[in-house]
């Protein structure tokens, strides 16, 4: 009940640790070298002598699996070198990243690349029997244990000639390729639908925290309580606010400020005497009590450093030095892990114009990270990159703002927004012309609040 191997005259050796499953009594164990032509020496032609008609298969036209993708005649692909001939029926092999499992039978006569071994089989073994089989688990396990190079591994010849290769009676080899032609199709669904729900797993929380995001910035969260102080006071109230702000120097007045306003159905802007329809920026409807306004106008501070580098930046010593990296994809920021810090003088010399404080937004404006916003909630003295600028809300809800600048609304106008050729880069003046649904203060806490419970529940990342 053990199979043994006879090689030549010498005595039968015992391979039952070679063999890696039971076979039917009418199978048979013999060596891929025994029954092919894999090992023999292959007929060779330089591609400029071969007839410019002839198929001139490369690996390109070979899907992973073993599909055929296209067949270009010699001619219409300007070979060059040496190439190995094949006759159709010939079994094809690629021996160059033999897990991709390029393998089929060559359904006509041509040339092909060196990596490509074409072989017969013997005995009249059916061909895609042999195809299925160098194309099962276990094969693509054995050769891939054992391919040589690093960046192109291949297969060698001893370690293919060596295989054991379970034989049907010709009859069952027909009909096990008659079965893998029926369920192969079905196969290839379940894969296909397979790869589809594995995609859409991967995608679906984030793509639902900003279905969220765009509820919440909509109105559409949370219901309205008549008794909120309406949005438009709120504004009145942050604009006699900047006026106060003004007056005692510390912040300067903006030349550019506008109100948004409702007329006749439709919204219009108003930039010192003149007044726009701006009916095609406004990308959605809001409640009655809410109102449209530029995020410039409901904060005290947009901006960013100075865009000179420290002149000296070390490990662990000097003022906390933070970059669009530090804004972590669990919401927070990064205050200690493998941080920068720059010297007191560059602090000093760099700190003029956006001083981060506690309740301020820091706001990501370039390279991958373009978009993320995340909320300062410590009192530490710190400057973060230019790659980031600093958002200080002025009497709103910093919370709310925050979810905001995160909401697909504004993800979209900052990608159609942003600047540069090579790492994407988001202007000021486009941050600060950002439109903001304002809601009612009391409903901006109670949104955020619904926000942090509906994120917090599906475990998902604020």
């Known amino acids: 009940n053990l199979p043994y191997e006879k090689i030549g005259r010498n005595e039968p050796v015992c391979i039952a640790d070679e063999v890696p499953f039971d076979i039917p009594q009418s199978w048979e164990w013999v060596r891929f070298g025994m029954i092919s032509t894999y090992s023999y020496t292959k007929k060779k032609i ?26 270009k005649t010699v001619g219409e692909r300007k070979a060059v070198g040496d190439k190995t001939i094949f006759d159709s029926g010939d079994i094809l092999y690629s021996k160059l990243r033999p897990y991709l499992l390029k393998i089929l039978v060559a359904p006509d006569c041509g040339i092909c690349t060196p990596e490509i071994v074409p072989f017969k089989v013997f005995g009249n073994i059916v061909p895609d029997y042999i195809v299925a089989f160098l194309k099962c688990p276990y094969v693509n396990t054995v050769i891939n244990s054992v391919t040589y190079g690093v960046k192109m591994p291949r297969v ?23 079965k893998l032609c ?32 765009q509820e919440a910035i909509q109105g559409k969260l949370v219901s309205q309580d008549p008794n909120d102080e309406p949005a438009s006071i709120l504004l009145d109230r942050i604009r006699s606010e900047k006026q106060r ?40 409807e809001i409640p009655e009590n809410w109102t449209w306004t530029r995020l410039k106008n409901i904060c005290s501070l947009i901006g960013d450093i ?9 490990s662990d010593v000097g003022v906390l030095f933070l970059s669009a990296k530090d804004l972590l994809d669990d919401g927070t ?51 973060v990159s230019y790659s980031c600028c600093v958002v200080r809300p002025l009497l709103v809800y910093a919370p709310y703002i925050r979810y905001y600048l995160e909401s697909p609304q504004i993800l979209l106008h900052s990608i159609k927004a942003r600047q540069s050729i090579g790492v994407p880069d988001l202007g000021m003046g486009e941050i600060k012309k950002y439109l903001v649904a304002l809601p009612p203060y009391n409903e901006q806490v109670r949104i955020v609040e619904q926000l942090e419970v509906l994120l917090d529940r599906c475990n998902f990342k604020k």
């Open 46 to 71: 330089n591609a400029q002598n071969a007839d410019p008609k002839m198929w001139g298969l490369d690996l390109e036209d070979i899907e992973k699996g073993g599909r055929l993708l296209d067949q």
């Open 156 to 178: 060698g010849t001893k370690t293919m000639t060596e295989l054991l290769v379970p034989i049907p009676p010709l009859s069952e080899q027909k009909r096990i390729i008659k």
């Open 306 to 314: 100075d865009h000179n580098m420290p002149k000296s930046v070390s």
């Open 333 to 383: 920021i990064n205050y200690t892990q493998n941080v920068k810090y720059i010297s007191r003088a560059d602090f000093e010399r760099l700190s003029r114009k956006a001083l981060p404080k506690k309740h301020d937004i820091i706001y990501s404006r370039i390279g991958a990270a373009l978009g993320k916003a995340r909320l300062v909630e410590i009192d530490r003295e710190f400057l």
């Open 182 to 213: 029926e369920v192969e199709p079905l196969a290839d669904n379940y894969t296909e639908a397979y790869v589809q729900v594995a995609k859409l797993n991967q995608e679906f929380p984030e793509l639902l925290k900003k279905s969220i995001l």
């Open 245 to 284: 702000l003004i007056r005692e120097g510390k912040i300067k007045k903006d030349k550019h400020e506008s109100i948004i306003f409702r007329r006749d159905n439709s919204h219009y802007e108003k930039r010192g005497s003149e007044e726009v329809c701006i009916d095609d920026e406004i990308p959605f």
